[in-house]
T-cell receptor, first 111, second 114 residues
Framework: GENVEQHPSTLSVQEGDSAVIKCTYSDSASNYFPWYKQELGKGPQLIIDIRSNVGEKKDQRIAVTLNKTAKHFSLHITETQPEDSAVYFCAASLGVDQFYFGTGTSLTVIP | DSGVTQTPKHLITATGQRVTLRCSPRSGDLSVYWYQQSLDQGLQFLIQYYNGEERAKGNILERFSAQQFPDLHSELNLSSLELGDSALYFC?????????????FGPGTRLTVL
């Protein structure tokens, strides 16, 4: 099955700086890559996703890039704010299959 | 609030016991997913139901079972509990079968096995 690796496991940035989280996947047939944000005491929530026919997608301060050849995708958060502090999970899917989640990145934005 | 409800919020039980976790999906959602989240393993997919039928199975132990009822709520049954089963259990729902559809997660049930 698919194997998703996520780095780093923890990340601290100063408020206003950028944060980048990277994931790699193993199955070249995977074609859907969502990112979820999990705040303390809550369930994960979708923040952005990308399909394999697109190389980059942006939504305000959040962007995701996908490199199908290298089988990796990244989450970029610009102008970080304290409310961005949370655990972020990447995932990969074949589109009609289960999500394979990464192990999570705990992001702390220092005011 | 995602619209997905899970009960109970917390559950404390002993080894060898059996528990049932309940999930009500968002109104109109036909797919229900169950996940286990432990500290060292992240989010692990357990099982998916779509409109009452099992559609996908992940790393679900034989001691665990689930079902989705005609009103679309779902239950996850965990039996012969072991210490290692202590974890957060999430239910998620989506409108259709394909995973392109956003999954909405409930607040989770924290299971502690003593």
């Amino acid at each position: 099955g698919e194997n998703v690796e996520q780095h780093p496991s923890t990340l601290s940035v100063q408020e206003g700086d950028s944060a980048v989280i990277k994931c790699t996947y193993s199955d070249s047939a995977s074609n859907y890559f969502p990112w979820y944000k999990q705040e303390l005491g809550k369930g994960p929530q979708l923040i952005i996703d990308i399909r394999s026919n697109v190389g980059e997608k942006k939504d305000q301060r959040i962007a995701v890039t996908l490199n199908k050849t290298a089988k990796h995708f990244s989450l970029h958060i610009t102008e970080t704010q304290p409310e961005d502090s949370a655990v972020y999970f990447c995932a990969a899917s074949l589109g009609v299959d289960q999500f394979y989640f990464g192990t999570g990145t705990s992001l702390t934005v220092i005011p | 609030d995602s619209g997905v409800t899970q009960t109970p919020k917390h559950l404390i039980t002993a080894t060898g016991q059996r528990v049932t976790l309940r999930c009500s999906p968002r109104s109109g959602d036909l797919s229900v997913y169950w996940y286990q989240q432990s500290l060292d393993q992240g989010l692990q997919f357990l099982i998916q139901y779509y409109n009452g039928e099992e559609r996908a199975k992940g790393n679900i132990l034989e001691r665990f079972s689930a079902q989705q009822f005609p009103d679309l709520h779902s239950e996850l049954n965990l039996s012969s509990l072991e210490l290692g089963d202590s974890a957060l259990y999430f239910c998620a729902s989506s409108v259709a079968l394909a995973s392109y559809n956003e999954q909405f997660f409930g607040p989770g049930t924290r299971l502690t096995v003593l």
